[in-house]
């Protein structure tokens, strides 16, 4: 507040604007957090700080297997079968986006949830 300016990302996630089945609370989590990036950035545009989100598709992390449920290699392909890349998201494609955002490219993006998904959310 006192420079003026500033940049604050959350990380919520795909399952925040579609929700898979038998993560409820994850989904409502995710829901949550995409609500108050755009709240806390109508709260806070007025002393110079931008607030968005980053909503990454599953990448290969411990939390793949709890959206799989079981992780095979049908139920990963079935999976990428619902993201039109054809690929999971990874550390570099969700490091740039994050980039993108906390960067001065992006002083006028401000309430964005920006989804990272491979089209996933189309």
């Known amino acids: 507040r006192e420079q003026g ?16 089945p ?27 700080i931008r607030v968005n989100a980053l909503n990454p598709v599953a990448g290969e992390t411990p939390l793949l297997r709890s959206f799989l449920g079981e992780d095979t290699p049908e139920m990963r392909a079935r999976f990428l079968a619902t993201i039109p890349l054809g690929r999971f998201s990874t550390p570099e494609d969700i490091g740039s ?7 001065d490219e992006a002083a006028m993006v401000t309430g964005v949830c920006l989804e990272v998904d491979g089209g996933r959310c189309i």
């Open 5 to 20: 300016s500033g940049a604050i990302l959350n990380v919520a996630s795909t399952a925040g604007v579609s929700p898979r």
């Open 97 to 103: 986006a994050a980039c993108y955002l906390c960067s």
């Open 22 to 48: 038998r993560l409820n609370w994850y989904n409502a989590s995710k829901g949550w957090m995409n609500t108050a990036t755009k709240t806390m950035a109508v709260e806070l545009a007025p002393v110079g």
